[in-house]
């Protein structure tokens, strides 16, 4: 399609190479989360079978070599998604844990009663409950974008939802249901002409887009490293060092603090004041080494691949009768969202496991996006840039031999 060879990178995955139900492995599921390869999970087990210990404060060699593997990772992650400094990524469990952060810190000392939270109607659940519980606990207002029938927000609207109020926006940069990529550049423009600071919700555009925090000027952003490529139960928070060290810590406990007494504690600086407790360290490395990866393929090289890809597939999708796109904005990333005439997404989904063929059904934890086109679950495909036409093929052809209903 480009440039760029699909069937190379494949042989770094080794989970790729796999026979499931009689039939080679068609991995699309990448939105719930991506495989690994080899040099990220070679980077987890030389953790722990030669570096393992706790991290800091330790005089012996193996605590400082994981030290600075752990400390090397956020500088990785910090030059990846263009932070100014490593001190403005804090590691945390992921994209959740993230948002809950922002929610119990910057919500409870910066949004009061009546204060307002706007969100678009096509986020994760992650960038909803949060702030419905901070919402419940305030009295402040949640107020959500609506979107046009293709899935793709309406700026227009957003402007007009901007009121004194407004304490914050918080928006997904590529909609896991629905693939619409959002445009954050302009959101955060305008939410900045209001003086007003926007979280962007990377979790699923990270895998698929370079991401600049400068260059977005985006004052938090959070991702997830099990959907880069790299391990589970390791992710990240960015935010703007002033921003970040002008808020309270959230959880307590070891490493978050400088000196503790039963009468006052005093906290850390950043990053560490907001990672209490051993982090996920083996994860981290491991995370540090998916950047690496990525880097090394190239995003733009990746972005104009799967581009291509999910031109091809969408195409592939409209031949089959009965079929209806769920998100068909002018502007996507990786997913493709369906239903197939009345058959239950579920059966449609274990229809296409029996073929080798992982895609997801449900509803993404996404209930509002969907429920505004109608339906409560739809199946999901979601590309990455080790799937090919052969796997977009696979799918074509076994949805066309779906059973009439
Ligand atoms: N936001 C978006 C857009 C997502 O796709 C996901 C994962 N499906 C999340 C948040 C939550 O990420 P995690 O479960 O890794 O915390």
Redesign the pocket.
């Known amino acids: 399609i480009t440039g760029f060879d699909p069937y190379r990178v494949r042989a770094d995955f080794p989970a790729l190479h796999q026979n499931v139900n009689g039939h080679p492995l068609v991995w699309l599921d990448n939105?719930?989360t991506t495989q690994k390869p080899q040099s990220v999970i070679d980077a987890t087990s030389h953790f722990y079978a030669h570096d393992n210990s706790n991290i800091h404060r330790a005089a012996h060699t193996l605590a400082a070599r994981s030290t600075d593997l752990f400390e090397g990772a956020r500088e990785k992650i910090a030059r990846f998604i263009g932070a100014a400094e490593p001190r403005e990524i804090v590691f945390l469990?992921?994209?959740?844990?993230?948002?809950n952060l922002v929610a119990n810190t910057f919500g409870r000392t910066r949004i009061g009663n009546g204060d307002e939270i706007i969100v678009t109607a096509i986020?994760?659940?992650?960038?909803i409950v949060p702030w419905q519980l901070l919402a419940q606990a305030t009295g402040a207002v949640l107020k959500v974008v609506p979107v046009n029938d293709r899935g793709e927000v309406i700026l227009e609207q957003f402007a007009a939802l901007l009121t004194g109020r407004t304490r914050l926006v918080s928006v997904?940069?590529?909609?896991?249901a629905l693939g619409t990529v959002v445009p954050v550049e302009e959101i955060i423009a305008i939410a900045h002409a209001h003086g007003v600071p926007v979280l962007v919700?990377a979790?699923?555009s990270a895998p698929h887009v370079p991401i600049d925090v400068k260059a977005l000027d985006a004052d938090f952003l959070?991702l997830?490293g099990?959907?880069i490529f790299g391990p589970?139960g390791i992710?990240i928070l960015y935010g703007k060092a002033d921003l970040l060290e002008s808020l309270p810590p959230w959880q307590g406990g070891g490493h978050m603090i400088k000196d503790v007494t039963f009468a006052k504690t005093a906290y850390q600086g950043l990053p560490e004041r907001f990672e209490a407790g051993t982090p996920d360290i083996a994860g981290a490395v491991g995370l540090g080494a998916a950047v690496d990866y990525l880097q090394q393929v190239g995003l733009p090289a990746i972005a104009a691949y799967e581009h291509a890809l999910l031109e091809y597939a969408t195409a592939g999708l409209e031949e089959i009768a009965g079929l209806r796109l769920i998100g068909t904005a002018r502007h996507k990333a990786s997913v493709l969202s369906f239903v197939v005439k009345d058959i239950d997404p579920h059966e449609v989904a274990k229809f296409l496991d029996r073929r080798g063929i992982a895609v997801r059904s449900g509803h993404?934890?996404?209930q509002p996006a969907l429920r505004r086109f109608g339906v409560e679950a739809t199946v999901r495909a979601s590309l990455a840039f080790y799937n090919t036409r052969e796997d977009v093929d696979a799918l074509v052809t076994a949805l066309h031999a779906l059973p009439k209903s």
């Open positions: 939105a719930a469990r992921g994209t959740t844990e993230a948002i986020e994760h659940h992650a960038n997904t940069h590529v909609a896991n919700d979790a699923q959070v997830s099990h959907k589970t992710g993404h934890c996404a």
